[in-house]
């Protein structure tokens, strides 16, 4: 519901129902990001602000103490506000030994979700192979998908000397809690790539993805043309990834002519992914839901809902078959191998690397894509397996 229209604005009330402190300081972030206001550049007094805003002093102060806060600007005793300086930025490209350009510190950071396991080292690979050709240097960070672990990386590297950021957003279905620390980011003038996601907000920054839509349209598909008919969806919630391979499972059954039905997904978040799919799989089969085909949200949930069968006694693929995504080292070693979709881990990478020196080097958007996609393609193995009409 929206503000009462006939009820007069307060003396800190400003349109929209935002505090006119919150207003001005909005606007003075604006325009240091902008770079209207530079690094160092004395911002006006106190009293000009109030004067030319339309805003009582009080306002202006409350305004300056979040911008101080968030670190966009300083106050120096005796002297005025002054916008941040980071050391570091500003510095010209330089060349390295190859003859190639790299900028200031020759620093990159790349914060993942994960670093160790399953697909990540191939994804790290391939941006190491572009960047260290181009002599830089890659700082690395994880945030077990955590929205808190992601301001912690973001801060942190916000206080090193760096050039650019390759990030995969933490939960990147819901709408990003870090905004402030990517508008610092731009305030400092360093590009930052999204790989495998982006925020609603920001979708107009640079990013690589995978047509996950067609991905999960693909394995869905194959089940279909395969004689399944009875075929569940297992999706993550909490990242694009899922809503997008649940999008292509939803095109494939309609155009197949069979019914959607949501009781026959199973939607689960980062912290049950463990548990969630599996458990209640048991429990569907459990209380007589029957199904042909599963298909999953990636390898690593294929491999539990296989273990989950197996333990009930049910054979892959001769009573159910089953999909992954993503074509990991447990797609092509486990001890069913997986019908899955391939995914060009260090093409991914290489590509968000090659995006971020277009973007360090100046390159303008309109001659530099921010968006990027990636087709998927099927590996069919031995997780399926064909069904009669009717069977």
């Excluded at 301001?151 to 819901?174: A, F, H, M, Q, T």
Aim: overall charge negative; glycine content about 8%.
């Amino acid at each position: 519901m929206g503000r009462d229209s006939g009820r007069p604005l307060s003396r800190e009330e400003g349109e929209g129902g935002k505090t006119k402190y919150y207003i001005l300081m909005e606007e003075l972030k604006r325009d240091m990001i902008s770079g209207r206001f530079q690094p160092g550049d004395r911002l006006p007094s106190e009293n000009e602000l109030s004067s030319s805003h339309h805003v009582s002093r009080h306002t202006v102060r409350k305004a300056l103490s979040i911008l101080e806060q968030e670190g966009f600007i300083e106050a120096e005793h005796g002297r005025g506000t002054f916008v941040s300086r980071k050391p570091g930025r500003g510095k010209s490209l330089s060349p390295t030994l190859g003859g190639t350009y790299r900028k200031g510190s020759g620093n990159i950071a790349v914060i993942t979700t994960y670093l160790s396991d399953y697909i990540f080292p191939r994804l790290i690979q391939g941006i190491d192979s572009v960047l260290t050709a181009e002599g830089y240097s890659i700082i690395l960070k994880n945030t077990g998908n955590s929205r808190v672990k992601e301001s912690r990386c973001l801060e942190e590297i916000l206080e090193k000397d760096i050039d650019g950021l390759i990030v995969e957003p933490s939960k990147s279905e819901i709408l990003c809690a870090n905004r402030p620390l990517y508008e610092k980011l731009d305030f400092y003038q360093i590009p930052y790539v999204f790989i495998q996601g982006y925020y609603a907000q920001m979708k107009n920054k640079p990013h690589i993805l995978m047509d996950d839509c067609l991905g999960g349209y693909l394995v869905t598909n194959y089940l279909i043309e395969s004689g399944h008919r009875r075929i569940l969806g297992i999706f993550k919630a909490d990242d694009s990834q899922g809503k997008e391979r649940h999008k292509g499972y939803v095109k494939a059954l309609q155009e197949a002519g069979c019914a959607y039905d949501p009781d026959m997904v199973i939607w689960f978040h980062t912290e049950d992914r463990a548990v969630k799919p599996a458990k209640v799989l048991e429990l569907m089969l459990e209380s007589g839901v029957t199904m042909d085909g599963i298909v999953c949200y990636n390898d690593q949930i294929a491999l539990e809902v296989i273990k989950a069968l197996q333990k009930m006694k049910i054979r892959i693929p001769e009573d159910i078959s089953v999909t992954g995504y993503d074509n990991s080292f447990i797609a092509e070693n486990g001890a069913v191998k997986l019908t899955t979709i391939a995914h060009p881990q260090e093409k991914l990478g290489a590509m968000a690397a090659e995006l971020l020196l277009e973007k360090i080097k100046g390159v303008p958007d309109e001659e530099s894509r921010v968006e990027r996609i990636l087709k998927p393609e099927l590996i069919v193995r031995e997780s399926c397996m064909k069904r009669e009409a009717g069977e």
